[in-house]
């Protein structure tokens, strides 16, 4: 049997216990009775990732849930398959879930077009749609889902007392989740999202990608002030809600005024 490496209590994450990079971070949330697991990640790790649980001795059939942060391929690629390994049941936000059980490719990034990148994105049936304020019963432990849309339409976040798992809202070095007009982004509910972590009583942030950092307020609200400066610049597109630089132009243009370089 594998020694648990637990990362906090009742918090093992797979890429460490693995000890080597398996992709997106899948969290096992080990209830005493019961586990569940956030993300699978993709299907050619999905045998490890199932090797793995079995040598921390966690019986497959205790998995409670799997639990999809979202519906990107790299989160959700092996979810069908996992469901049908470990029979058990699959939940994620509404919005996620229509994308999933369709196996939806674009607004999943599983294919890009331009890029050459050509995934498969299996369609999985979620049992259970999980919104904003639902409690997930894990054995002894309470999961607490917060619904932090931006990044994509169906973003979750769970609350684990002083732990919140942040899924692809920020990262250990600020960054966030791809922001894109394809993808569902929205840099409005983006910025709440953050605010959102921001101010919560929380001590630690366990991302979706990277190592799990200190809560930082200053740190968030810098990545904050970032995603407010794009409301206002053409960097991300239609994401944007407004481009004053065209604006001034245009009324320039209109008022006959003539670029001065002095
Ligand atoms: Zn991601």
Same mark, same amino acid.
């Given at each position: 049997m594998n020694r648990r490496k637990y990362l906090f209590?009742? @918090?093992i994450e797979l890429n460490l216990a693995a000890g080597r990079p398996l992709g997106?971070? @899948? =969290?096992?949330?080990?209830?005493?009775s019961e586990y569940v697991l956030l993300d699978?990640?993709?299907?050619? *790790?999905?045998?490890?990732? &199932?090797? +793995?649980?079995? #040598?921390?001795?966690?019986?497959?059939? $205790?998995? $409670?849930?799997?639990? /999809?942060?979202?519906?990107?391929?790299?989160? @959700?690629?092996?979810? /069908?398959?996992? %469901?049908?390994?470990?029979?058990?049941? *699959?939940? #994620?936000?509404?919005k996620a879930a229509a994308l999933i059980e369709t196996g939806e490719p674009v607004q !999943? =990034? #599983?294919?890009?077009? /331009?890029?050459?990148?050509?995934? %498969?994105?299996?369609?999985?049936?979620?049992?259970? $749609?999980? $919104?904003?304020?639902?409690?997930?019963? @894990?054995?002894? +432990? !309470?999961?607490?889902?917060?619904?932090?849309?931006g990044h994509t339409a169906g973003q979750l976040s769970f609350r684990l007392g002083h732990l919140i798992f942040s899924g692809d809202n920020i990262y250990a070095d600020g960054g966030v989740g791809v922001i894109d007009a394809h993808h569902g982004s929205n840099i409005p509910e983006f910025i709440a999202s953050l605010t959102r972590l921001r101010d919560a009583d929380a001590s630690f942030l366990l991302p979706s990608h990277g190592p799990p950092f200190r809560h930082d307020r200053a740190? &968030?609200?810098? !990545? &904050?002030? %970032?995603?407010? /400066? =794009?409301?206002?610049?053409?960097?991300?597109?239609?994401?944007a809600i407004e481009w004053p630089l065209e604006q001034q132009w245009k009324a320039d243009i209109l008022a006959g005024k003539m670029p001065q370089f002095e």
């Open positions: 209590p009742n @918090v997106v971070n @899948v =969290y096992l949330i080990d209830g005493g699978v990640g993709m299907e050619d *790790t999905l045998d490890e990732v &199932i090797d +793995l649980i079995r #040598a921390m001795d966690f019986p497959l059939s $205790k998995c $409670k849930m799997l639990i /999809a942060t979202h519906a990107d391929v790299d989160h @959700v690629q092996a979810l /069908a398959s996992a %469901r049908e390994r470990l029979r058990t049941k *699959t939940a #994620a936000h509404p !999943t =990034y #599983a294919v890009i077009a /331009a890029q050459g990148v050509s995934e %498969r994105m299996p369609g999985c049936k979620i049992d259970k $749609k999980l $919104k904003d304020g639902d409690e997930v019963k @894990v054995g002894e +432990l !309470t999961l607490q889902v917060l619904h932090t849309p740190m &968030i609200q810098a !990545t &904050i002030d %970032r995603l407010t /400066a =794009y409301l206002r610049m053409p960097d991300f597109g239609t994401c």
